[in-house]
């Protein structure tokens, strides 16, 4: 669904656009009109299967959950069925592409039967939309804690790289977040209320726990998405459910969503509760990431969170999060290059761009990958963690969205080598067996250390490559950066060709016989081709120029020969 809703060149919903390569390499699944029958069967079926019984959609981790005391202790059914914010927040994405997908396939349909599984996927894909809004809404949380408390202590040595006094730290940093504590406090959608931010020496952290906290409340109003839980999950935040729910929220305001009115009226309230909550989040991790006039927090590797965990792979979740407020507030190249250096740091410390050593930890963050360890689960079984594997693709998808924002030239193409030096090393780890063939993942193929091999594909790191690519693809098909000097120097040969060319016109050349003046003509169409396109692509520009110079050159030549007989 993502490429077809994403990459126009690979759209479905319209059967008489379908390109024929597309069509080549789906034939197995029938033609133009089969295909996106069969996505619509496909998606009905999908959002039926996670449903219970009255209608109520499932977000459930399932086998995502692990035991972290015991391999041999499996995780109870009942926490296997706990919902998670993984899942809310990519049925954001599945279901805004299912809904835009029916809304522009429905015109080439005429049969009833075809509109009514449309009906059914709509209602479906809607319904479940709704509910993982929800659940966003009540997995929110703040986590305020004394300043001299140990996450205290931790958060405000993360922030002070100048090694100033400690009280004119936290002074500074409450002064900074002064504007996010406010909103925050305005909060009261899904939270049981919101703690005194305002007593000196308190702290704070927001975000997304990692499923539904337990002093979340009901949303009230959508009783018809189904039965709203008690909350279980630990009230606080966590770096990799607080990413995946920024990247799926930020759907619910992409242009497809508003240009085709994906959003019904409650769905849009719900979209407003988010997206402030979006902002405030963004805000804060940003300014804690770049605090100070030095060295930014972000830039000493690895992150440490309060709970005194620390790892490269925090380093860029905090990374993510920064690159895209950065992009909100169009800031200076300067700032995006750090960011983009932070991630040439991080693939190198992750060994994407370097070899591993013998017994190198650094293996770790692929396989068995980060563990993170969700707290509250344990009161229905045993101790359960979630493992974070997806290190690589997000460093590419990440690599990829900050070289879509820099308009530096140089500084673009580093990370655009960045990421195609990261692509080449997950286009190894692509499963060789024919289960799972070409897909994701097969960390053993450059990491000797890994003992076990996969036979089945990882759906889940499977689609963040997919993601990573789709953003490659966008990019790919925007406008190349523009040089001023190539600007300024393709106008002055542009300049020279046309005064050129008028020399020709009153030799007579265009009067000459039928080879001179098809030449001729030739010469006029490619200047009228530099003139539409010298303003965005200059490169392009000149190398038309320099074919038409030569030939100008040779007319010239020519006739001087001429003459000189």
């Known amino acids: 669904m993502l490429p077809a809703t994403e990459i126009p060149r690979f759209r479905l919903d319209k059967p008489n656009e379908t390109e024929d390569a597309v069509l080549d390499v789906l034939k197995q699944f029938g033609d133009a009109l089969e295909v996106p029958r069969l996505l619509v ?25 692990y035991n972290t005391d015991d391999q041999r202790l499996q995780p109870t059914e009942e926490q296997m069925d706990l919902d998670v914010v993984e899942s809310y927040a990519a049925s954001l994405t599945l279901c805004l592409a299912a809904l835009g997908f029916a809304r522009v396939f429905r015109p080439a349909l005429t049969r009833p039967e075809l509109r009514a599984d449309l009906d059914t996927l709509e209602n479906l894909a809607s319904r479940r939309l709704s509910a993982a809004m929800i659940g966003l809404l009540r997995s929110f949380t703040i986590n305020v804690f004394e300043a001299d408390s140990a996450d205290g202590r931790i958060l405000l040595h993360n922030i002070n790289q100048t090694k100033m006094p400690r009280r004119k730290a936290m002074d500074m940093l409450v002064n900074n977040l002064r504007d996010t504590a406010a909103g925050l406090r305005d909060l009261n959608i899904g939270l049981e209320r919101v703690a005194d931010l305002d007593t000196s020496g308190r702290l704070f952290e ?22 709203q839980g008690e909350g279980y999950a630990d009230d606080k935040p966590y770096l990799y459910f607080t990413v995946v729910a920024l990247d799926g929220i ?17 769905q849009s309230r719900l979209a ?46 905090v990374t993510s999060i920064a690159a895209r ?38 293996v770790l963050l692929h396989y068995p990958g980060v563990g993170l360890h969700l707290e509250g689960a344990e009161i229905f079984g045993p101790p359960v963690s979630w493992n974070a594997t997806d290190f690589a ?26 990421a195609d030096d990261v692509w080449d090393h997950l286009t190894l780890r692509r499963i ?17 250390s890994i003992q076990e091999t996969f036979t089945d594909p990882s759906w889940h790191h499977t689609v963040r490559v997919v993601e990573s690519l789709v953003l490659a693809a966008n990019m790919a ?15 002055d040969m542009l300049a020279e060709a046309e005064h050129l060319f008028d020399q020709e016109l009153l030799a007579g050349s265009a009067e000459a016989g039928p080879s001179m003046r098809d030449k001729i003509e030739s010469i006029r169409q490619r200047l009228r081709r530099v003139e539409q396109i010298i303003s965005d692509r200059p490169g392009s520009a000149m190398a038309l120029l320099l074919s038409v110079l030569r030939e100008l050159d040779d007319l010239a030549a020519a006739r001087q020969d001429v003459l000189g007989e």
């Not at 930020?250 to 409650?266: C, K, P």
């Not at 060789?432 to 000797?448: K, M, N, S, T, Y």
């Not at 098909?477 to 393709?490: G, K, V």
Request: aromatic content about 10%.
């Open 41 to 65: 069967r496909v998606t009905i079926d999908y959002l039926r299967r996670y449903s219970d019984d009255d209608g109520t959609p499932r977000f459930s981790g399932g086998t995502y959950f």
């Open 206 to 227: 927001c975000g997304w726990s990692w499923g539904v906290t337990k002093n979340s409340t009901v949303v009230e109003g959508y009783e018809d998405v189904g039965v």
């Open 250 to 266: 930020a759907d619910l305001y992409s242009d497809r969503t508003r240009l085709l009115g994906l959003l019904d009226d409650e």
């Open 272 to 317: 407003t509760a988010l997206r402030l909550r979006w902002d405030l989040t963004q805000s804060y991790w940003t300014k804690i990431a770049s605090f100070g006039d030095g060295r930014w927090p972000l830039e000493d590797i690895p992150w440490r969170t309060v709970d005194g965990e620390e790892s490269d792979f925090f380093s860029l979740l």
């Open 325 to 362: 407020d950065l992009a909100g507030r169009r800031d200076t190249d300067v700032d995006l290059s750090r960011l983009g250096a932070i991630l040439t740091e991080l693939a190198s410390r992750g060994r994407l761009t370097r070899r591993p050593t013998v017994g190198d930890s650094a």
């Open 393 to 418: 693709p997000l460093l590419m998808k990440r690599a990829i969205y900050i070289a879509s924002l820099i308009n530096d030239i140089e500084r673009r193409g580093d990370l655009l080598d960045l």
């Open 432 to 448: 060789r067996e024919a289960g799972g063939r070409d897909l994701w993942d097969q960390p053993v193929e450059v990491f000797d």
């Open 477 to 491: 098909d925007s406008h190349p950066l523009r040089s001023e000097e190539l600007a300024s120097l393709s106008r």
